[in-house]
């Protein structure tokens, strides 16, 4: 399973509304997640299931979508949001794939 | 507190043997996959596969299959990704990563691996 990522790079001020969008080459159903890597560190989880709210994370993220077509929301962009955003979808076995990423800067 | 603790990084000549390793606390390590991810300079997220240690039962990404070995020592606490002939395109940062469900939750600090003459 392909996974597209929209845009590759976006460039946002403070307080902007951000959506990242995730499109899958066949149906997943809401097996996808959502991560943040930010500039050195490993990525950290932000959605899983295609719209819950991991523990901790900020409630401006939000995630929708079905099927094919998902995004990852930002509603009121903050500085500490730079980074780089991926999709995960994956499969019953565990197999996994990541979109190609997504580069959130600030204005 | 679950914790992946990672091995240092490594600089070796293309043709050499390398395994690094990814130890875990924290938790029951034989009750949760460990799979690895591989990052190139300032490129994506590609997962490589994954490792089951409470029985060692692996799933690769048909891109790494026969590449790398992927193992674990429940004795250790320690899962490995192992290659027996390095290339310069191996050059990249790797992470371990804990399953929870079907997300990775917990991460590794990355081992970094430089290829090269």
């Known amino acids: 399973i392909q996974m597209t990522q929209s845009p590759s790079s976006l460039s946002a001020s403070v307080g902007d509304r951000v959506s990242i969008t995730c499109q899958a080459s066949?149906?997943?159903?809401?097996?996808l997640n959502w991560y943040q890597q930010k500039p050195g560190k490993a990525p950290k989880l932000l959605i899983y299931?295609?719209?819950k709210l991991e523990r901790g994370v900020p409630s401006r993220f939000s995630g929708s979508g079905s099927g094919t077509d998902f995004t990852l929301t930002i509603s009121s962009l903050q500085p500490e949001d730079i980074g780089t955003y991926y999709c995960q979808q994956y499969d019953h076995l565990l197999r996994t794939t990541f979109g190609q990423g997504t580069k959130l800067e600030i204005k | 507190e679950v914790q992946l603790v990672q091995s240092g990084a490594e600089v070796k000549k293309p043709g050499e043997s390398l395994n690094i390793s990814c130890q875990g606390s924290g938790y029951r390590f034989t009750s949760y996959w460990i799979g690895w991810v591989r990052q190139m300079p300032g490129k994506g997220l590609e997962w490589m596969g994954i490792v089951f240690p409470g029985d060692s039962d692996t799933r690769y990404n048909p891109s790494f299959q026969g590449q790398v070995t992927i193992s674990a020592d429940k004795s250790l606490n320690t899962a490995y990704l192992q290659w027996s002939s390095l290339k310069a395109s191996d050059s990249a940062m790797y992470y371990c990563?804990?399953?929870?469900?079907?997300?990775?939750?917990?991460w590794g600090q990355g081992t970094l691996v430089t290829v090269s003459s």
């Open positions: 066949q149906d997943i159903s809401d097996y």
């Open positions: 990563v804990r399953h929870n469900g079907y997300t990775y939750l917990y």
């Open positions: 299931d295609a719209s």
